[in-house]
């Protein structure tokens, strides 16, 4: 099983769970009203103080936002843009996301394939947003391919913002590190042998959520100075940067050229 099929089987499971609760767990089981609330509380939060900083009015542009879900803050995106690519390597969040905006035809809802953005042409938008999806990408360098296309779709002097994982400092003791990446392993084969089931049940019996395990729930760390450099060479320009040393890091900026 590839890298890409690992992270979209362990998505849609989750999707097919709880998109809710693992998109965003700060909110009441199953509350669909305040899942969208707290998309519009990040974009005031996140968004607009970038666009203000930068003078940059969505109306009439168009955004691409990579790793949407089921539309948490796409939602948000279509009452101010004129398009939005909501791009995804999950169809099961994408089919729950389509039913949640039945008649938003501003939206546009692609597929994903765990490695760029392909479907997005180059300079094809004026937005570029990600936030709580780098952080749970298996590898460094799967996230920092990313940040590239991020740019690459971006038109000369368009704008983005995402959030990736910057944490130089362990979150749990050792024991806690040992038990999760016990578990992290198991979400993949062994010597060929699928342990993902047996490895579900023993994580239910430890009182542990088996889908918070495996390395597309805990992702690549990146390093401030890796994430500069590909910036730099996708001919983009930091204008801000901020938690570094922290899981909420941002970084955004314009494309030059």
Same mark, same amino acid.
């Given at each position: 099983?590839?890298?890409?099929? %690992?992270?979209?089987? *362990?998505? *849609?499971?989750?999707?097919?769970?709880?998109?809710?609760?693992?998109?965003?767990?700060?909110?009441?089981?199953?509350?669909? +009203? !305040?899942?969208? $609330?707290?998309?519009?509380?990040?974009?005031?939060? #996140?968004?607009?103080?970038?666009?203000?900083?930068?003078?940059?009015?969505?109306? =009439?542009?168009?955004?691409? +936002?990579?790793?949407?879900?089921? =539309?948490?803050?796409? &939602?948000?995106?279509?009452?101010? #843009?004129? @398009?939005?690519?909501?791009?995804?390597?999950?169809? +099961?969040?994408?089919?729950?996301? &389509?039913? /949640?905006?039945?008649?938003?035809?501003?939206?546009?809802?692609?597929?994903?394939?765990?490695? @760029?953005?392909?479907?997005?042409? *180059?300079? !094809?938008? *004026?937005?570029?947003?990600? #936030?709580?999806?780098? %952080?749970?990408?298996?590898?460094?360098?799967?996230?920092?391919?990313?940040?590239?296309?991020?740019? &690459?779709?971006?038109?000369?002097?368009?704008? #983005?913002?995402?959030?990736?994982?910057?944490?130089? !400092?362990?979150?749990?003791?050792?024991?806690?590190?040992?038990?999760?990446?016990?578990?992290?392993? /198991?979400?993949?084969?062994?010597?060929?042998?699928?342990?993902? !089931?047996?490895?579900?049940?023993?994580?239910?019996?430890?009182?542990?959520?088996?889908?918070?395990? =495996?390395?597309?729930?805990?992702?690549?760390?990146? +390093?401030?100075?890796?994430?500069?450099?590909?910036?730099?060479? $996708?001919?983009?320009?930091?204008? =801000?940067?901020?938690?570094?040393?922290?899981?909420?890091?941002?970084?955004?900026?314009?494309?030059?050229?």
């Amino acid at each position: 099983m590839t890298i890409a099929e %690992q992270m979209r089987r *362990d998505w *849609d499971e989750r999707a097919r769970k709880d998109p809710f609760r693992y998109i965003y767990s700060d909110v009441p089981t199953g509350s669909a +009203e !305040a899942f969208f $609330a707290s998309g519009e509380a990040d974009y005031l939060r #996140f968004v607009e103080p970038v666009f203000r900083q930068l003078e940059f009015d969505p109306a =009439g542009r168009t955004v691409v +936002e990579l790793g949407c879900g089921v =539309g948490r803050m796409t &939602r948000s995106f279509a009452r101010r #843009f004129r @398009g939005v690519y909501a791009i995804d390597i999950s169809p +099961e969040m994408l089919r729950q996301g &389509r039913e /949640l905006h039945p008649e938003d035809a501003r939206i546009v809802w692609l597929l994903g394939d765990g490695q @760029g953005l392909g479907m997005v042409a *180059d300079a !094809a938008v *004026d937005f570029a947003f990600s #936030f709580i999806v780098l %952080q749970h990408m298996p590898k460094p360098e799967i996230s920092l391919g990313y940040v590239t296309e991020l740019l &690459r779709v971006l038109r000369p002097g368009g704008v #983005f913002c995402f959030q990736f994982n910057n944490r130089t !400092a362990p979150t749990m003791n050792w024991k806690g590190r040992m038990v999760w990446r016990f578990f992290d392993r /198991l979400r993949e084969p062994v010597l060929g042998i699928p342990l993902q !089931a047996p490895a579900a049940k023993l994580a239910a019996k430890l009182g542990l959520d088996p889908l918070h395990a =495996g390395r597309t729930w805990h992702g690549a760390v990146l +390093e401030t100075s890796a994430l500069l450099e590909t910036v730099r060479r $996708a001919h983009g320009t930091v204008s =801000g940067l901020s938690g570094e040393g922290t899981g909420t890091a941002w970084c955004f900026g314009r494309r030059t050229k």
